[in-house]
T-cell receptor
Framework: EDKVVQSPLSLVVHEGDTVTLNCSYEVTNFRSLLWYKQEKKAPTFLFMLTSSGIEKKSGRLSSILDKKELFSILNITATQTGDSAVYLCAGGTSYGKLTFGQGTILTVHP | NAGVTQTPKFQVLKTGQSMTLQCAQDMNHEYMSWYRQDPGMGLRLIHYSVGAGITDQGEVPNGYNVSRSTTEDFPLRLLSAAPSQTSVYFC??????????????FGPGTRLTVL
């Protein structure tokens, strides 16, 4: 059975802090690792990683995948209150199926 | 493009009632899936489809049926609602079920309460 585990489950920081969210996976026929942000509605796509060791960046967010150790991290620098959300990672298979982790609840205080 | 649409947005059922949650996409996506989201559980896959006429079970399929007669539509049927099915349901779709793309686009969700 495919499995994705995220840590920590929740995190409280102050504006300006840097955070690192972790995601480990065991997915048969693994093809990609995806990160989503969810703010009390549908998840919105952040990153998809398919190659090991190549960092993807979007503004203050970045992510990297290690296919040998089966994990990924999502970094957020200079956090803002608007970054408060649930961050979900998911392992994708070669035929499209996604298995999600439990999510990390990030709270950023002013 | 409307993207992925779901109806209804909210629904209250009594135990034992049946209903269908509707999902449609206008992006010509082959892959469609249904998830439920409960507090602290992330998203759990109920059923998925890699193309019209093809469906398969996910992690939590019991109590739910699906069919995929067209590329655009993927309805989820609750056969006999139970309080354990109280949840938020998301439909999602992506470009290909055969490995070219995993980025899934989500509908706005249906909040279902079973009394």
């Amino acid at each position: 059975e495919d499995k994705v585990v995220q840590s920590p489950l929740s995190l409280v920081v102050h504006e300006g802090d840097t955070v690192t969210l972790n995601c480990s996976y065991e997915v048969t026929n693994f093809r990609s690792l995806l990160w989503y942000k969810q703010e009390k509605k549908a998840p919105t796509f952040l990153f998809m990683l398919t190659s090991s060791g190549i960092e993807k960046k979007s503004g203050r967010l970045s992510s990297i995948l290690d296919k040998k150790e089966l994990f990924s991290i999502l970094n957020i620098t200079a956090t803002q209150t608007g970054d408060s959300a649930v961050y979900l990672c998911a392992g994708g298979t070669s035929y499209g199926k996604l298995t999600f982790g439990q999510g990390t609840i990030l709270t950023v205080h002013p | 493009n409307a993207g992925v649409t779901q109806t209804p947005k909210f629904q209250v059922l009594k135990t034992g009632q049946s209903m269908t949650l509707q999902c449609a996409q206008d992006m010509n996506h082959e892959y469609m899936s249904w998830y439920r989201q409960d507090p602290g559980m992330g998203l759990r896959l109920i059923h998925y489809s890699v193309g019209a006429g093809i469906t398969d079970q996910g992690e939590v399929p019991n109590g739910y049926n699906v069919s995929r007669s067209t590329t655009e539509d993927f309805p989820l049927r609750l056969l006999s609602a139970a309080p354990s099915q109280t949840s938020v349901y998301f439909c999602a779709s992506s470009y290909s079920g055969t490995g070219n793309h995993n980025e899934q686009f989500f509908g706005p969700g249906t909040r279902l309460t079973v009394l």
